[in-house]
């Protein structure tokens, strides 16, 4: 008879092509992975992978297994988590994915609350770009994301939290030669100074500054908002920093944060999660948390 674990060891085999990395995954030691998911084969009469060492090939009929497989294993888990919303709101462990442009400024402040609200809750976070999120989300290996919206696929559902608006950051000491009549066309002089590729925050500020030049696309591409203001402070260029990060990120001697006199550019972050998951309940209490945390913080 086929087993839940032998089509969890399958598809995780599957998704990485490799016993090594699967049995990772799954926790368990390679022969064990191996041996369950010859089991299966046996069980479905049929060749699922071909062996090549660590590494696999999956068959044709592998494939399409692979694919049943991932879509019996959601419905189990979809299952487990309706059982669980009715044991009380946010008394189940949550696995929260969080943007790296978020997550540094919001995270404390969401455990804190979340420590004197739900001490019960066991919140586990992922950080990381959105576009992975998102993928692991769809797997089933995050329970919600912390992202900004749209939700990037017709599968997720989102639940709008706030909009965080966009200031030009730049050198303090040339702050007086910045005026409201021309900062469109000045940011496009200047020397765009952007996260490296991957990053959500750099797509938005590409989008709203309009820059198609190569120049700004090949500029710095950095791994953290930190390097970013640390250059705009020694004269490098400018950027466009979200006003959550205001606070942590902005050195007021060094840094001079100009805003836009009209329709700002802004980016709405939000909670989403899948459409069939069955804790809706869990994830708008944690939604309406996050957002009470966000307006403590500007109030």
Request: overall charge negative; some cysteine; aromatic content about 4%.
């Given at each position: ?188 002089r200047e020397r765009l100074l952007l ?105």
């Amino acid at each position: 008879m086929v087993t839940l674990r032998q089509l969890r060891y399958f598809e995780a085999l599957a998704r990485v092509r490799h016993f090594g990395m699967a049995a990772d995954r799954c926790s368990v030691t390679q022969p064990a992975l191996s041996m369950q998911v010859k089991e299966l084969e046996r069980e479905l009469g049929v060749e699922l992978v071909e062996r090549r060492g660590n590494s696999v090939v999956l068959t044709l009929v592998g494939r399409e297994i692979a694919q049943r497989a991932e879509s019996i294993l959601g419905q189990v888990r979809e299952l487990s988590e309706f059982a669980r919303q009715h044991q009380g709101v946010l008394s189940s462990p949550v696995r929260l994915g969080m943007i790296p442009s978020v997550a540094p400024y919001l995270l404390p402040a969401i455990l804190t609350d979340v420590e004197q609200l739900y001490p019960t809750l066991d919140l586990q976070i992922r950080e990381t770009q959105t576009d992975m999120l998102v993928d692991e989300l769809l797997r089933g290996e995050l329970d919600a994301v912390l992202i900004a919206l749209p939700a990037p696929s017709a599968q997720l559902e989102g639940m709008p939290l706030f909009d965080d608006r966009f200031l030009i950051a730049v050198q303090a000491q040339v702050a007086a030669q910045w005026n409201a009549e021309d900062l469109h066309e000045r940011i496009g002089r200047e020397r765009l100074l952007l996260l490296e590729e991957g990053h959500c925050l750099r797509d938005q500020a590409l989008h709203f500054c309009h820059i198609a030049n190569m120049q700004a696309r090949k500029a710095l591409g950095a791994a953290s908002l930190t390097t970013i203001m640390q250059m705009v402070a020694a004269g490098h260029g400018i950027t466009l920093l979200p006003e959550l990060c205001v606070a942590a990120e902005v050195d007021r001697q060094r840094v001079a944060l100009i805003p836009f006199p009209d329709d700002p550019p802004m980016r709405t972050l939000g909670l989403v999660w899948r459409r069939t998951s069955g804790r809706k309940k869990d994830f708008t209490a944690l939604g309406n948390l996050i957002r009470q945390v966000r307006q403590a913080q500007t109030a």
